[in-house]
């Protein structure tokens, strides 16, 4: 499984983004497809994630109502828009596999553990 992220780019604070996050090799069906991203000396931070099976999504505290995550298993395609961005959204953005045929659907945006596949990473500066 090969993700190949971007969409990145340098945006103005309330601007708009949308990232794509394109997975090669088997159907995207099976797998959680999370957002994460990091800014320099941050960690790792959960942004959002969509499940496999039943297609529900889950966002970190900081973005919630901002930012839209959503998935077009025709295109073996997975989008994250982003809105009303903010300085603090500055950072390298990835996105990452894990794999879950099977119920329960519950993907994580609190621990990377169970993404075992992962892009490149693309980067968002939002500055004036």
């Known amino acids: 499984v090969q993700l190949q992220a971007s969409g990145g780019g340098l945006v103005q604070p309330g601007g708009s983004l949308r990232l794509s996050c394109v997975v090669s090799?088997?159907?995207?069906?099976?797998?959680?497809i999370g957002w994460f991203r990091q800014a320099p000396g941050k960690e790792r931070e959960g942004v959002s994630c969509?499940?496999?099976?039943?297609?529900?999504?889950y966002y970190g505290d900081s973005v919630k109502g901002r930012f839209i995550i959503s998935r077009d298993n025709t295109k073996n395609t997975v989008y994250l828009q982003l809105n009303s961005l903010k300085p603090e959204d500055t950072a390298v953005y990835y996105c990452?596999?894990?794999?879950?045929?099977?119920?329960?659907?519950?993907?994580?945006?609190?621990?990377?553990?169970?993404?075992?596949?992962w892009g490149q990473g693309t980067q968002v500066t939002v500055s004036s």
């Open positions: 990452a596999a894990s794999y879950a045929p099977l119920p329960p659907y519950s993907c994580s945006v609190v621990t990377t553990v169970g993404y075992d596949y």
């Open positions: 090799g088997p159907t995207l069906n099976y797998y959680d």
């Open positions: 969509i499940n496999s099976g039943d297609g529900r999504t």
